[in-house]
């Protein structure tokens, strides 16, 4: 268990209905836990604080850092998925970064920690971080909406592969954004997801799911090697080749050809395991 002391009972008191209504959908994991609510006291003053669920894991830079950002896809579906059910409910994160977000498991999923900035939809956002906040790269308003999450998300994508960030430039930020974007093969199959983001082209979290979720299939796509020349093409050029030379030569292109077509075998073999155990991710996730 993890124990929050405040000294302001408005903002704790604000994070305890977040944590509630996080418990009525506890289900679907959009955060931790609430288990109790008091106060204490010490001397004449009174400190309000709560119990909730202790979550073990690492943020999600430090994740990236350690397995890979291969996973970047994966995890970034299962959050669009836990913030389509939060805009739902009437709510918006707001202060959506990596710093507020531990990866728990297996099978790897994120949480969402320090609900302080969760704001009710229609709303002015009442905590942010600069690099994550659209305001600050001019692309938008404060306003508690649901692209501005999903602007947030765009940026979080952006920041696991520019670990230490970048401040904004001279030039018009999204064109500094989409040169940034391309700068990195990683993000390449995302880029349109990523555009549409940044430019507030969103308004429904599923809608952005979705759309990953092409651009992920389109880059599992396996494409066998390509083969210049058929099997009967190559035995005939073989045959020709070997009419002047001697039976050994014959055996050692056999074995060649042989050798050849049983690594394309273990090659689409792995790939299809490969997509087989992310399709198992992506139901853990949903």
Not at 212 to 239: D, F, N
Request: hydrophobic share 40%.
């Amino acid at each position: 268990m993890a124990l929050k002391v405040g000294l302001d009972q408005m903002s704790i008191t604000s994070e305890v209905n977040v944590l509630k209504h996080f418990s009525k959908v506890q289900s679907q994991m959009l955060g931790p836990s609430l288990f109790d609510v008091d106060d204490l006291t010490h001397g004449n003053k009174t400190f309000p604080f709560y119990v909730m669920e202790y979550l073990k894991g690492p943020c999600l830079l430090d994740f990236m850092s350690a397995r890979g950002v291969e996973w970047l896809g994966l995890l970034m579906v299962q959050l669009l998925g836990d913030l389509e059910r939060l805009h739902r409910s009437g709510w918006v994160f707001g202060d959506l970064k990596p710093d507020n977000m531990i990866v728990v498991g297996p099978p790897a999923r994120i949480r969402l920690l320090d609900v302080g900035g969760t704001t009710l939809i229609g709303r002015s956002i009442k905590e942010f971080t600069e690099f994550y906040d659209r305001g600050y790269w001019g692309l938008g308003t404060r306003k508690a909406e649901s692209s501005y999450d999903l602007f947030a998300v765009a940026m979080i994508m952006i920041n696991c592969v520019y670990p230490k960030r970048f401040e904004k430039q001279g030039e018009k930020p999204l064109v500094f954004l989409k040169r940034q974007i391309e700068r990195k093969p990683i993000l390449s199959p995302f880029k349109h997801v990523l555009l549409k983001a940044l430019q507030g082209k969103y308004d429904d979290a599923q809608l952005m799911k979705n759309d990953m979720l092409k651009a992920l299939s389109k880059g599992l796509e396996v494409k066998a090697p390509p083969k210049s020349q058929t099997s009967s093409q190559q035995m005939k050029r073989s045959r020709k080749k070997s009419s002047s030379s001697s039976y050994a030569k014959e055996s050692k292109s056999r074995r060649r050809e042989k050798k050849q077509g049983y690594f394309v075998e273990i090659f689409l073999l792995s790939s299809f395991l490969l997509l087989l155990y992310i399709l198992y991710l992506f139901g853990q996730m949903m």
